[in-house]
């Protein structure tokens, strides 16, 4: 009971960065926090702001973003990320001290790997930081030989390279690295270096575990100085935490009770990415074509040049009744849970992968950009759970689909998916790699 109260009498802020792949990892990494006794305050942009009533038990503390329209309208999200670590810091900072009285609870600031400017709050208020890895350990690996590349003049690299093997980092070939597609290459690196080279942090927290990345992990702990916690699948250690931006779109739920088992094919490409008019015209006849039943989510404005889904083509959309359930957002967890999905067809965000493999759920890989293109590698040659897309053309879409949901290749890919499931139970479990790496980071925290 004693130490209960002395850890409610503990605060912690946690800065996300305003992006949804990196807001739902820190609100589950707050709930269990907070389950384990220690009170949460979420500093949070005005730009995509969490909704503070699905987290009663959290406070919020709104720090002005100073962006422009133009900021949030342009795209560039690596430009976005910056201008909010260049924004933010000072107004965090005063935040912080006006923060009476909670200001002499707080034990430490935990902030996303891109929001680097809470790290350096932290150090001039004299309080201890720690870093939330939001990405795998691989991708962090991927960063550094890319900077490496770089350096030596081997990037940007000639299109006769992309299929050759990057030195050190098997399986990964040049194509796999994890270079953005919103800015420049010297724009998207100074991200990268504040990202992963010049922290200050006391440790290291990473939704990761070692049952999937286990040499990689090894390697980025030798090139950290701090230690590392790798707990991991957040989302499922905090089952019921909610930090959808988008509103849930519940009837696809209904639709999947009526579907077969593992007939339906998922289709999802995460909150950012986006798709031009040819591209989504052949994922609808790639996807009629195959003739299983889909789910697919169109994220309104997703689709260049439409609202939502009027630019798919007319007779898609007249037959999309018999087979098909459109969305603009879908509960993804939920989904994937679901008996009747058989296959998800993913950009490979890493937090819509680690939900598929929490779910036993084979993939199809059709990574757009940055790290996507890591996971999907791993996941289709590391953890072999999964078949990569190479080309958006129909007739492969549909080649896929059929493999993944009723081929023999797919019956193994979805056999293995399931045994990673559980290897991934049994580290959440008490006792598990993931429950243990919570204690001891409970106890660093007790220590500041
Ligand atoms: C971003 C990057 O693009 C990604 O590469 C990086 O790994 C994390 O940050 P995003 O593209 O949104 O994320 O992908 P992802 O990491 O998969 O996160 C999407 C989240 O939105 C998942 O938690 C998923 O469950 C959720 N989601 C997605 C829904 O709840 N409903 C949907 O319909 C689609």
Not at 28 to 40: A, D, H, K, V
Not at 125 to 136: C, D, F, G, M, Y
Not at 408 to 428: I, S
Request: hydrophobic fraction near 40%; charged fraction near 25%; proline fraction near 5%.
């Amino acid at each position: 009971m004693k130490k209960e109260t002395e850890r409610r009498s503990r605060r912690l802020v946690l800065v996300p960065c305003p992006l949804q792949g990196h807001i739902n990892p820190m609100l589950q990494l707050g709930t269990i926090l907070e389950s384990r006794g220690f009170s949460i305050t979420i500093a949070h942009t005005s730009y995509n702001s969490p909704n503070p009533e699905t987290h009663p038990e959290f406070s919020f503390l709104l720090i002005p973003d100073g962006l422009s329209d133009r900021d949030i309208s342009s795209g560039d999200l690596i430009s976005l990320v910056l201008n909010i670590n260049h924004n933010c810091k000072e107004s965090l900072n005063q935040l912080i001290q006006q923060e009476d009285p909670h200001r002499k609870e707080i034990a430490c600031i935990i902030s996303d790997e891109l929001m680097y400017f809470a790290e350096a709050v932290a150090a001039n208020l004299k309080l201890p930081s720690i870093v939330l890895r939001t990405t795998s350990a691989a991708t962090a690996l991927a960063w550094s030989a890319v900077l490496e590349l770089k350096a030596q003049g081997l990037i940007p690299f000639q299109d006769s390279r992309s299929h050759d093997l990057v030195p050190k980092l098997h399986p990964l070939r040049f194509k796999d690295l994890p270079i953005s597609i919103f800015a420049d290459f010297e724009t998207a690196a100074k991200l990268a270096v504040y990202s992963y080279r010049n922290r200050t942090s006391s440790a290291v927290i990473w939704n990761t575990m070692d049952c999937l990345e286990q040499s990689r992990l090894l390697q980025v702990q030798q090139e950290h100085k701090v230690p590392i916690f790798p707990i991991a699948p957040m989302h499922t250690i905090a089952p019921h935490t909610s930090g959808s931006l988008l509103k849930e779109d519940r009837s696809c739920m209904e639709w999947l009770d009526k579907q077969s088992h593992n007939s339906v094919i998922y289709v999802s490409l995460g909150s950012i990415a986006f798709l031009s008019e040819k591209e989504v015209e052949e994922m609808a006849w790639g996807l009629d074509n195959s003739e299983q039943p889909f789910l697919w989510v169109v994220r309104p404005g997703s689709i260049s040049g439409s609202d939502w889904i009027e630019l798919l083509p007319q007779g898609f959309r007249n037959g999309v009744g018999e087979r098909g359930c459109i969305v603009k957002w879908a509960p993804q967890k939920e989904v994937l849970a679901h008996e009747a999905v058989g296959g998800f067809w993913s950009h490979c965000g890493w937090n819509s992968t680690l939900e598929s493999i929490c779910e036993g759920v084979p993939m199809i890989c059709r990574p757009c950009f940055g790290d996507q293109r890591v996971n999907a590698r791993y996941v289709s040659h590391e953890w072999r759970i999964g078949i990569e897309l190479e080309k958006l053309e129909r007739e492969e879409i549909e080649r896929a689909v059929r493999k993944l949901i009723l081929g023999n290749e797919g019956k193994e890919m979805r056999e293995r998916a399931k045994d990673l499931k559980e290897k991934v139970t049994v580290y959440t479990r008490e006792g598990g790699s993931s429950y243990n790496f919570l204690n001891e980071l409970v106890n660093l925290i007790m220590s500041f």
